[in-house]
């Protein structure tokens, strides 16, 4: 059913999005009268704007052979993609806007079909969400937008709106409804602070969040503050019933002191209460950023309340007549273990997998990037994440190029490193005699935007 009414609802909305000012050539006697009757209406204020890209990327990825990959057979994986984003929004005067995005995607290679073929094989870590092939899915939010079309063991197409949300600009404030993506927090690859879809710290693609369904409502508060409230329904994802249980409440006060700016928020997020604190300062000409938040859990887990923070700091200078970027930081996560086994079966820490809010086992963590432009067209970056504890970690290293103002190709790769039993070398999983291990791999990606 879903299939059937989202390519309709998606008709609809472009068809508002239609520019409303376009007339005939040949209007009737009846039209020029409305028209005139109407003189300076509101009509006339309406506009509209659109946007969107196409991105086709390919991989090639080596999975290691002490992983479940071995058991359907390893060897080189070649994966593709073709994604496309169609974006408008509909203005009315300098009093409300009306925003919706549309994406399509289709994906499949070698790694969903040796996935789906594991899922078969252990269908209780399937359902624990250790494996299995994954897309963007609508079970907790309050309307579900998203579809498949068709999908087999191969490939996948589907299609969702990832944006629907209606803006209002009254004197007092900013009050925004629907679908749409809020990022709190001052983090740069790990971001605790962002309760909302936080990106992966080893996502390079950060061109837009999942949005979420939500009321957000946003007010100036003394000469330098603004303060923003945040409320987030959804579902339970066994029952599909609205849940005040899986829901999130949140406050943030935003303000500046002597050139420092500070955050304050409060939030009840599912069944657990938070209080944060960041702040973002320069010391020259370089940007640090520091974030703390403290999460008292309801889950009765084997923790009861946890400190988590972030600090980074980012600087830009020339050498050798070339323009660098270089940014570090250092993560602590509370919640986080040493034993990565225990971690995996504990229920707060696999709850926060499974919610796209933590992407890590351990606790302390040092995250580096430097950029080096080369050319105004070509940019050279290196990423690295460290677990400190182990240590292991992950390299990232990717050239992107500037084919055209609109047209961007980026070539890179992933090189996982550890011993055996580290986080990124290999973690056992419970119950197998296997571990959990990321594949080195290979892209190469072509965007085009317009």
Known sequence: MKSAILPVLTILLLAVFAPVRAESANPSEATQAAASDRGSGWLEN???????YLKARGSASWPSS????ELVGRGTYLDGSLEGRLKSELFFG?????ETHYEMVLAGGDTRRKINALARIFPGLAAQGFIGSRIPEDDRRLVDLTSVISENDDLILYHRIDRLALTLKPSWGVVRVGRQAVTWGNGLLFNPMDLFNPFSPTDIERDYKIGDDMVSVQAPLGGS???QFLYVPRRNPDTH???WESSSLAAKYHFAVAGTEFDLMAARHYSDYLLGLGSVGYLGDAAWRIDLTWTVLDSGGPSSDYLSLVAN????WTWLEKNFYGLVEFYYSGIGEDDYRAALLNPDIVE?????ELYTLGRTYLGASVTMEVHPLVNIILSAI???????GVLQPRVTYDLTQNMQLIAGGSIFWGSPGSEFGGVKIPGTGFTARGADAGYLWLSWYF
């Open 66 to 69: 002490d992983t479940l990959y």
């Open 241 to 243: 019933h609205l849940s």
């Open 386 to 392: 460290t677990n400190l504890h182990d240590p292991s």
């Open 225 to 227: 503050g603004n303060l």
């Open 46 to 52: 309406v506009d509209s704007d659109w946007g969107g």
């Open 313 to 316: 700091m980012d600087y830009s």
């Open 94 to 98: 300098d009093f409300a806007t009306f």
């Open 352 to 356: 926060r997998l499974d919610r796209g």
